[in-house]
C-alpha cells in the first residue's frame, strides 16, 4: 500500500513536470509545425466518425426515454431543452473526451511507452532533443485544438439525433427547436467548451505521462497504456462533475 500511495505521488509529480514543460515550449513556439499537423490529423479528423456515432446514437438513446416519459407527464413541449441541455452539458463533452482516450489516447501512450522501453526516447536525449518538447506539445497542441472541434460537430449530430426521435415519438421539428431555443443559455455552450478544453488537456498529459514513465519491455507498455486509458477515463469523469457544479 505504501509502494502504491508512493509510486502515485511520483505519478502526480512527474504529470506536473511534464504539463510545465510542455506549455513551456508551447508558450516559447518550439513545437514542430510538422507533427503538429501530423497529429491534428489523426486527432481531429481520423476520430470525428467515432466521435460522432458515439454521440448521436447516445442522443438518440436519450431522447427516446426521455420523450416517452414526458409525454406521459404532458409535458411534450419540453423535450427539446431538456435533451439540448443534456447534450450541451453532458452527452457531447463526456463522449468527446471517452472516444479521443479510446482512440488517440490509448495510442499516445502506446507509442511513446514503446519509444521509451527501446530506447528511442534516450537517443532522442543524447541528440539534446527535449522528448517532451518533441512528443508531447505537439500532442498537446493538436487535442486543445480538436476537442472543441469534435464538440461543435457532436452539437449538430446529437441535437439531429434528439429531433429524429422525437419526431418519431409525435414530437414536430418546430416545437424541439422552439423548446430547445428557449431552453438553452449561452453559458451551456460556454461550459460545454471549458470542459472539453479542460479534458483534452488532461487526458493528452495524462496518456503521455504514463507512456513516457514505461518501463519492463512489451509488458510494461502495455501496463502504461491501461493505466493511461483508466486514469484518463476517472479524471474526466470527476472533473465533468467539479466543473457542472462550479458552472451551472
Known sequence: MIVSLRRSVEYVGELGLVGAEAFGAILRLRVHLGDTLTQLREIGVRSLPVVLA??????????????AIVQNLGMRDTVGGLVGLAIVREVAPVMCAVCVIARCGSAMAAELGTMRVSEQIDALVSLTVRPVEYLVAPRLVATTLMMPVHYAYGLAVGIAGGIAVSWGGGISTGMFL????????????YGGLIKVVAFGILLCLICCTSGLSARGGSRGVGRATTSSVVIS???????NYLLGVCLW
Do not use: C, K, M
Open 233 to 239: 477515463l476517472l479524471v474526466v469523469y470527476a472533473l
Open 54 to 67: 458515439t454521440i448521436l446514437f447516445s442522443a438518440a438513446t436519450f431522447a427516446y426515454h426521455l420523450q
Open 178 to 189: 422552439t423548446s430547445l431555443l428557449e431552453g438553452l443559455e449561452p453559458l451551456d455552450v
